[in-house]
């Protein structure tokens, strides 16, 4: 840890300035300058992990190997820095209290009153420093979530003075902010940034660069006045101007000097220039596309920007992979019915249903199943996904009237879709899902085998309901094949469909493991699979 330099990114002025983005983009620029660099966030809130928050408050949950439920932030830096994360590089108030609690609880404070200065930041400095032991790092970049002002930071912002304060130039604050540009005065304004620095500054805290989220250009009057009202050098203001992509982050921080600023604060000699070859052949990829197709994804949170999160980059990577345009249509599928359905998803070239859980939308979900498995549409299907293409299945198939999930209507006579059996015991609902990473053996010669090219995988799952094994051999026999298994818990992970081009249901979520280095094989067979269907080759 004693050589482990410490990047902290704050933001103010306003939220969803793209915190997550800014922090994955240094990180990958000092990654491409060979360095090892890890990102941790520290969510204010007081929820243990976002896990138990629906996507309405807090977007997509974000599931790590280790099975951890965390901020979405977290896949942002895994799919910019092809670094897995874990349990450790989220930490909440609710952990970081419940923690400090217990030892209390236990005596461990012998006596003490216990208080916010020092137990609570003590606690939070000690997990900060944690990750930067376990993982041998140069850099642990932490962004602190939400905004200099909020209550609920100020311990956070109290451990970073600390931090500080005791590892001087050991310690790099940067503060991402806005500078919005009025258009009746025709001007950018750098008086919201002043006003959040001297907020940042009142709390005990210099920001050594400032990163100024803008929709025009800085000039260097606006450089200078930002750097003489905050305390910093002119060098130190990087300009952030809106992007095509958030994959063009990391080139625009380049080309602003961010990753030199970082490394001349910390003392850390300059060798070369990052290599970001590999990072602008896929940008090239996706900026050029060949060919363009139109995929369906049906689910209930689609007019949430972030509800999806995953599976949307996941589009982007396959479609950069395959460099094709996925224009991606999204489908409330609490609004699709019989009357519809024709013109809701003609047109589309593929169709992913989204995992998700209550029964809201589900109607909707299995008619669009059953759309692309009549039509020949390539399908995938993500968890609750693939669990709504085994009930269609069953009932429109089989004839099995009726046929449910147990998790929507528990006097079903066909309970194709059943809790599993380790999941009845459990009571509490947080962190008590089958979560995180598990083997699956894939059966040879199926669609899931090639995808991968291998027999055996292992993804990420966040589920209580699984295919009910009694009917495994009912399915198989009208073409409804179980061909990913998980051999120690005979657990299907896996359905295929026979004589169908492409229908693939998994219980796990491929899209978590998507990057921008590693495109999920699934999603870029998938694209491809939807590239063929468009051209009309199968
Ligand atoms: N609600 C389903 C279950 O718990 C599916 C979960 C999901 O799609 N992530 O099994």
Redesign the pocket.
């Known amino acids: 840890m004693s050589n482990t330099k410490f990047i902290f990114v704050t933001g103010g002025v306003a939220s969803s300035l793209g915190k997550g983005i800014i922090s994955a983009s240094i990180a990958k620029l000092l990654i491409s300058r060979g360095f090892t660099v890890s990102i941790q966030k520290l969510d204010p809130y007081i929820n243990i992990d976002p896990g138990t928050l629906n996507p309405y408050e807090h977007g997509e949950c974000y599931v790590t190997d280790d099975g951890a439920e965390t901020d979405l932030d977290l896949g942002h830096y895994e799919r910019f820095t092809n670094v897995p994360t874990s349990q450790a590089n989220n930490v909440t108030t609710g952990v970081v209290y419940q923690s400090v609690i217990s030892k209390e609880r236990k005596g461990e404070f012998l006596g003490e009153t216990v208080q916010v200065i020092p137990h609570i930041t003590d606690e939070i400095k000690y997990r900060i420093k944690l990750l930067a032991n376990s993982g041998n790092l140069d850099f642990l970049i932490t962004e602190i979530g939400g905004t200099v002002g909020d209550i609920e930071s100020l311990p956070f912002i109290e451990a970073v003075r600390q931090m500080c304060w005791e590892l001087g130039n050991s310690c790099i604050v940067v503060h991402l902010t806005l500078i919005p540009y009025l258009a009746a005065a025709g001007e950018l304004k750098t008086k919201p940034t002043q006003h959040s620095v001297k907020l940042l500054q009142e709390q005990g805290v210099q920001p050594d660069i400032i990163v100024c989220r803008t929709e025009r250009s800085l000039n260097e009057g606006i450089r200078n006045k930002i750097a003489l009202f905050c305390n910093i050098s002119p060098s130190s203001v990087i300009e952030c101007i809106d992007a095509e992509s958030i994959y063009d982050v990391p080139i625009l921080m380049k080309k602003e000097g961010l990753d030199l600023e970082i490394l001349r604060k910390a003392d850390v000699p300059v060798i070369g220039e990052p290599d970001l070859e590999d990072w602008e052949k896929f940008l090239h990829k996706l900026k050029n596309p060949k060919s363009q197709v139109h995929i369906g994804l049906i689910g209930k949170y689609v007019e949430l920007k972030d509800a999806y999160s995953s599976i949307n980059e996941a589009f982007i990577h396959a479609g950069a992979a395959n460099e094709c345009f996925v224009d991606v249509k999204l489908v409330h599928s609490e609004f699709l019915d019989e009357s519809n359905m024709h013109e809701m998803l003609n047109g589309l070239d593929g169709i992913l249903v989204a995992?998700?859980?209550g029964e809201r939308g589900i109607e909707g979900k299995i008619l669009a199943i059953r759309y692309a498995r009549e039509n020949g549409i390539p399908f995938l299907g993500i968890?609750?996904g693939m669990?709504c293409a085994v009930i269609e299945f069953g009932r429109n198939v089989l004839g099995y009237k009726g046929a449910h999930s147990t998790?929507f209507d528990t006097s079903t006579p066909y309970p194709v879709i059943d809790m599993m059996e380790m999941q009845k015991k459990i009571s509490g609902l947080g962190g008590t899902?089958r979560l995180g990473t598990y083997p699956c053996h894939l059966q040879n010669g199926s669609i899931a085998a090639d995808v991968y090219g291998t027999g055996n995988i292992s993804e990420r799952h966040?589920?209580?309901?699984e295919f009910n094994n009694e009917y495994k051999e009912a399915f198989s026999q009208a073409g409804m094949t179980s061909v990913g298994l998980n051999e120690k818990d005979n657990l299907v992970e896996i359905i295929e469909l026979k004589g169908h081009p492409w229908f693939v249901g998994v219980q796990f979520h491929p899209e978590y493991r998507s990057t921008v280095a590693n495109p999920h094989p699934l999603f870029v067979k998938f694209i491809e699979a939807a590239v063929d269907y468009a051209s009309g080759t199968k």
């Open positions: 995992p998700g859980f968890c609750l669990q998790e899902m966040r589920h209580r309901f």
